[in-house]
């Protein structure tokens, strides 16, 4: 709301003036985007939209207002933030409806606000992702398990894991530029080493 040379949010300003917001009216001030004109209907008998109908509302409501009525205030609606903020407030009850409770709870445990599952993993791959570009194999049992588990834990802090994986993004960067793997997977070799797991796995069925 525009106030003397400032301005106040819309329900600290109905507080103020002890008034409803199901009883204004807003028209549109034609030439100036998202900014309305506030009527307010005090019998109760003009039966305005008010400024919006439902909570879940995107936009606000639009009224007829009787020619030569007088504004209460001026409105400004910040429709673009308002849009980011409802999709950002719907994302998170998404994400906490689906969010694994147990991996949540350890979050809040550890008390350093990430999900240190996650990082784990994050580190895991960045690791063999480097050895594969460097040997040229998979390596699954981890030689730096202990390192990985403490980071499970929540042991480390949040911005020093980002800047050691934002270092071992640029040493896999790097490597890639010197490796000697091939541009493209060898198919035929491929093919036949499914071919001898399947048939590996058929005779000891």
């Known amino acids: 709301m525009v106030k003397n040379q400032g301005s106040t949010p ?6 103020e003036q002890n008034l409803q917001q199901e009883r204004c009216g807003l028209v549109n001030i034609p030439n100036m985007r998202d900014m309305y004109a506030l009527f307010y209907d005090h019998t109760g008998d003009l039966h305005f939209s008010g400024i919006i109908q439902k909570e879940s509302a995107n936009e606000v409501a639009l009224s007829s207002v009787p020619k030569g009525s007088s504004p209460l205030a001026i409105l400004s609606f910040n429709k673009d933030g308002y849009s980011a903020y409802c999709r950002s407030y719907r994302e998170y009850w998404e994400w ?10 350890n979050t809040l445990q550890h008390g350093k606000n990430y999900d240190a599952k996650n990082m784990m993993h994050t580190f895991r791959l960045l690791d063999m992702a480097a050895e594969i570009l460097s040997e040229g194999q998979v390596v699954v049992r981890r030689p730096n398990r ?16 980002i800047e050691k994986a934002e270092e071992k993004i640029a040493q896999i960067n790097e490597l890639y530029e010197t490796c000697s793997l091939p541009e493209t997977p060898n198919l035929e070799k491929i093919e036949d080493l499914l071919y001898e797991v399947r048939e590996t796995f058929y005779q000891l069925g």
């Open 10 to 15: 819309l329900l600290h300003w109905l507080e």
């Open 96 to 105: 906490v409806s689906l969010r694994n409770e147990e991996r949540y709870q």
């Open 146 to 161: 202990e390192e990985l588990l403490a980071i499970r834990r929540g042991d480390f802090l949040y911005e020093d894991l």
